[in-house]
């Protein structure tokens, strides 16, 4: 049996069956707060802030451009020197963008959310797939956690109907619950 628990969705699978089924097929009950963070099509780092009443910011861990592609791995930290709370991995093509956004999200240091607002680049989102990875098996290398299970989340960014983004988000289970009653 394999260590990620991995949720591909039907053409017509809704994103809140794709959640209950994870956490039927991996045995999870996730939290009011992991299940809005696994379904959300918003930007995850408005959804941070609201949650912790702090400023996250954008920890730069990798980016490298090849072609006409960025590929770029991020870690949304509110307290410098603590455990991030979301790592992120984006491959971005870059040709399809207006050149003020592909030159912000290859020599800035802010979210694609915040870039593409900025630039009022209009957008959607689609929910590719939720996951479930557990005691570390599988966990990417940039991802440095100590947690038992780590909760995924794919989706992508299209604009003018052409798909430019795929980003995957990773946080701890149980890892954002400390935000509850605060």
Do not use: Q
């Not at 991020?74 to 040709?95: H, K, N």
């Not at 299209?158 to 430019?164: D, M, N, R, V």
Request: hydrophobic share 35%; glycine share 6%.
């Amino acid at each position: 049996m394999s260590d990620e628990r991995t949720r591909p969705p039907a053409a017509d699978e809704s994103v809140r069956s794709m959640v209950v089924d994870l956490e039927r097929e991996a045995g999870l009950t996730l939290s009011p707060i992991e299940r809005l963070f696994l379904s959300t099509d918003g930007t995850v780092t408005h959804m941070l802030e609201a949650l912790t009443r702090r400023e996250v910011s954008i920890d730069i861990l990798h980016r490298e451009v090849t072609g006409n592609r960025l590929y770029r791995t991020v870690a949304l930290e509110c307290d410098s020197g603590r455990t991030p709370l979301v790592w992120a991995r984006s491959t971005i093509r870059l040709s399809p963008l207006e050149e003020s956004i592909a030159d912000e999200l290859v020599d800035g240091d802010i979210g694609i959310g915040h870039v593409l607002r900025e630039e009022c680049a209009e957008t959607r989102r689609t929910i590719a797939e939720v996951n479930a990875r557990f005691d570390g098996e599988g966990f990417p290398s940039f991802v440095e956690s100590d947690a038992a299970c780590l909760l995924e989340r794919t989706y992508r960014i299209h604009a003018a109907s052409a798909h430019i983004m795929t980003i995957t988000e990773f946080f701890p289970k149980d890892g954002l619950s400390r935000y509850r009653t605060r």
